[in-house]
């Protein structure tokens, strides 16, 4: 398997191109952030705000998870921007203690309004077995919630503009710095809802399950407006990163400072990185899946990171892949058992998903390496499932 010369990300990482240097899209996209006019993106971002602040009942939405991006985002917009924003929260089922504390102490130091959503549980578990099954990955209604709900909120409360975070060209090739993303019909179907729209998921869950009484109400908080939507509303539904420089760890930096944002440890990547994906408690399961299927994970999507912004050296980023990527984490038996999946069941059906060339390890080696680190709140997670 080819991997970056650059950074450790391999060929089967979504997007990913490789040039004929041996270099991969993500790493030249990251060099030619440096070259972009940020004076003039700013004054673009001005211009935007401009247009919308004290026009509606709210001047924007956030989408917000409670993790880093979001909540920088939020910090940035109200202390910066002197924005007053509408919150909103699609609630996974999934959300760990310290992020949820961290979301009771953001809103409150910024004295924002907030809406929270949270599906049933036991839709949620049907959907996430039809996406692992057809996909390999068991976080669509997580994907098309948090995508689908905000804007469907800012269409029925007349709020258009939306701010999102990080723009998608700081970790893959969707998009590049170069193009201002938006989210739109085609960014949507291209990057988030796995090729599944909320029609489809509902004609699958009468299929696998044809006992049940489903109807249109289960799928409407995922159901993405059409484009023409979009367009009559005057939804406007930008990135923040596009329009200042992205730097995670100095963001980490000032949200802890000022607004008591704590990390927290997550299965299967390094201590130091304290400040991310620390909102799901499957987020090691999730983590797992990837590098069952292409042969990385999330330690690798770090340290590469920190190499292109020249904050580690490959060799230190190879060592902490080597101790960190393809672990079996603790979280995997609460999600089997919550999926009602044997670890063989498991494994069978992410073998269907594999990216070549990419060789899935046989079931026994898989089985024997396991991480031997339990999540400091896995009792937490025991109780409310169990």
Not at 104 to 109: A, F, P, R, V, Y
Not at 137 to 152: E, K, L, M
Not at 203 to 214: A, C, D, I, S, T
């Amino acid at each position: 398997m080819k991997y970056c010369n650059k950074c450790v990300t391999p060929e089967t990482a979504e997007t990913n191109i490789f040039g004929k240097d041996g270099t991969c899209s993500v790493c030249k996209q990251i060099d030619v952030k440096s070259e972009i006019n940020w004076k003039n993106r700013s004054k673009d971002l001005d211009k935007i705000i401009q247009i919308h602040k004290d026009k509606y009942e709210y001047d924007c939405i956030v989408p917000f998870s409670g993790g880093k991006d979001s909540t920088f985002a939020l910090w940035y917009l109200v202390k910066e921007k002197k924005l007053r924003p509408l919150v909103v929260r699609f609630d996974h089922n999934f959300l760990r203690r310290t992020i949820n504390e961290n979301t009771e102490k953001t809103l409150g130091k910024l004295g924002v309004d907030f809406i929270n959503f949270k599906p049933d549980f036991e839709i949620v578990k049907k959907m996430m077995f039809e996406s692992l099954f057809r996909r390999g990955d068991f976080c669509w209604h997580c994907h098309v919630g948090i995508t689908a709900f905000p804007i469907n909120t800012a269409i029925k409360r007349n709020i258009p503009l939306l701010f999102y975070g990080e723009p998608s060209a700081e970790y893959s090739s969707f998009y590049t710095y170069d193009e201002i993303e938006e989210l739109n019909v085609e960014k949507f179907n291209r990057s988030v809802n796995l090729g599944i729209n909320a029609e489809d998921m509902l004609e699958m869950l009468k299929e696998r399950y044809p006992k049940e009484n489903f109807n249109k109400n289960i799928i409407e908080p995922y159901i993405f407006p059409t484009q023409r939507e979009i367009f009559k509303n005057n939804i406007k539904a930008i990135y923040l990163g596009n329009y200042i420089p992205w730097d995670v760890r100095e963001q980490v930096k000032i949200i802890k400072s000022e607004l008591g944002w704590k990390g927290d440890e997550v299965e299967g990547i390094p201590k130091n990185y304290d400040y991310e994906k620390i909102e799901c408690m499957m987020q090691g399961v999730r983590d797992y899946i990837k590098y069952l299927k292409r042969g990385f994970g999330r330690t690798s999507h770090l340290t590469s990171i920190d190499i292109r912004n020249k904050r580690m050296k490959r060799e230190e980023a190879e060592e902490l892949v080597n101790i960190y990527d393809g672990k079996k984490p603790k979280s995997l038996d609460l999600f089997l058992e919550i999926l009602n999946l044997s670890e063989d069941e498991f494994y069978k059906i992410i073998k269907t998903h594999v990216v070549s060339p990419f060789k899935m390890p046989d079931i026994n080696t898989l089985k024997s390496n396991i991480s031997n680190k339990i999540p400091h709140d896995y009792e937490d997670w025991l109780k409310k499932f169990k």
